[in-house]
């Protein structure tokens, strides 16, 4: 399974961005999605994942109500999309796929918010 993230850019405080995770190779076994990110110094961290169907997801409290995650499964492709952006959330967002037990990545996109 390859993943390639995209959306990533410069927004200022307030703005909103939406980041896209096309998945290619053995995407029909893909079970699990999700949104992760790494700001500089800090340790990856959930942002938000999805279940196959789209019917669960789950969000970290700091981002509850802003962001949204959701999946096209026809289109082989997951989104975020973040409003209400704060400078804390500046990070590099990775996509993460889960195929059983075996946890694909994606190279990542950088998002920055200026204050």
């Known amino acids: 399974v390859q993943l390639v993230e995209s959306g990533g850019g410069l927004v200022q405080a307030g703005g909103s961005l939406r980041l896209s995770c096309a998945a290619s190779?053995?995407?029909?076994?893909?079970?699990?999605m999700g949104w992760y990110r790494q700001a500089p110094g800090k340790q990856r961290e959930l942002v938000a994942r999805?279940?196959?169907?789209?019917?669960?997801?789950n969000y970290a409290d700091s981002v509850k109500g802003r962001f949204t995650i959701s999946r096209d499964n026809a289109k082989n492709t997951m989104y975020l999309q973040m409003n209400s952006l704060k400078p804390e959330d500046t990070a590099v967002y990775y996509c993460?796929?889960?195929?059983?037990?075996?946890?694909?990545w994606g190279q990542g996109t950088q998002v920055t918010v200026s204050s």
């Open positions: 190779g053995s995407t029909f076994s893909i079970n699990v």
């Open positions: 999805i279940t196959r169907g789209g019917g669960r997801t």
């Open positions: 993460n796929a889960w195929l059983g037990i075996t946890g694909y």
